[in-house]
């Protein structure tokens, strides 16, 4: 664990604050499951991993438990929280209309050669992913995918909007992908989008990201049967994700 969280640290920038690279280390490092739903977290034992003082680790506690994603609890400790269903569905509902805006503007408004370029070689390195099954690059090429698709049509506060709500929802993405959902299927998703974008075929291409955002609906059910220690169990939002899939 220790090694995979020191080389999440050297991807970080050095340019950044050691409390936004310790922010962001150990936010991928629960979205990615290297600290694991339910683990414990241990201050002194994460201040010594990364060279820092207890003080940054602390405030990255406190962001990460406005996120969800971790609960401090006085006098027993810091554990991450296990992921829950029902933030995942309200998540999943705020980026559905937001992403679905985005491409209708981007279709309607058409988006800069530059930026359809820059789409379709993101597709093209998504399919570099498909033959050694490299989950951890696609993760991170899906992020960027949407990022510039966003930006690209003008609407940065819509990704930062995105960024806010999307914690727990990435958390059963990056399960979804090696587990429920194959890659080559997102990235044909992927591809029907930016297809209907450059044809400015606003419909489609608000129809295509729908249905791209409503695939973790299609794999949520199965990742909680398949790992339901990761889950916090509630009849309710089965039953509400069973009435969103019609």
């Known amino acids: ?26 936010r991928q490092s629960i979205i990615r499951m290297v600290l ?9 034992e994460l201040a010594d991993t990364f060279s820092v003082s207890r ?55 058409g988006l800069a050669q530059q930026v359809l370029a820059e789409l379709r070689e993101l597709i093209d390195h998504q399919r570099l992913c498909i033959e050694p099954a490299d ?21 940065q506060t819509a990704w930062k909007v995105i960024e806010e709500v999307k914690a727990q929802l990435d958390r059963v993405r990056y399960l979804s992908i090696p587990a429920s959902t194959p890659i080559d299927k997102l990235i044909e998703q992927h591809a ?4 209907a974008i450059e ?8 129809d295509a990201m729908r249905i791209h955002q409503n695939e973790i609906l299609q794999s949520l059910p199965d990742l909680v049967d398949r790992f339901p220690d ?3 169990e509630t009849t309710a939002t089965s039953r509400a994700i069973h009435t969103a899939l019609g």
């Open 135 to 155: 989950h951890d690059r696609f993760f991170l090429l899906d992020e960027a995918f949407h990022r510039t698709l966003s930006l690209g049509v003008g609407q």
């Open 192 to 195: 029907a989008i930016v297809d």
């Open 55 to 109: 003080q940054p680790v602390r405030e990255a506690f406190i962001r990460l438990s406005e996120a969800g994603l971790v609960k401090v609890r006085p006098q027993r400790g810091t554990f991450v929280v296990k992921i829950s269903q029902q933030a995942v569905l309200e998540a999943r509902f705020v980026r559905e209309a937001v992403e679905v805006a985005v491409a209708r503007e981007a279709a309607t408004q």
């Open 36 to 44: 694991a739903p339910g683990q414990a977290l241990s201050e002194k």
């Open 199 to 206: 044809q400015h075929d606003v419909d489609a291409a608000a």
């Open 1 to 26: 664990m220790h090694a995979t969280l020191q080389a999440l640290w050297q991807e970080t920038r050095d340019s950044d604050s050691v409390r936004q690279r310790l922010h962001q280390v150990l």
């Open 230 to 232: 990761m889950f916090q």
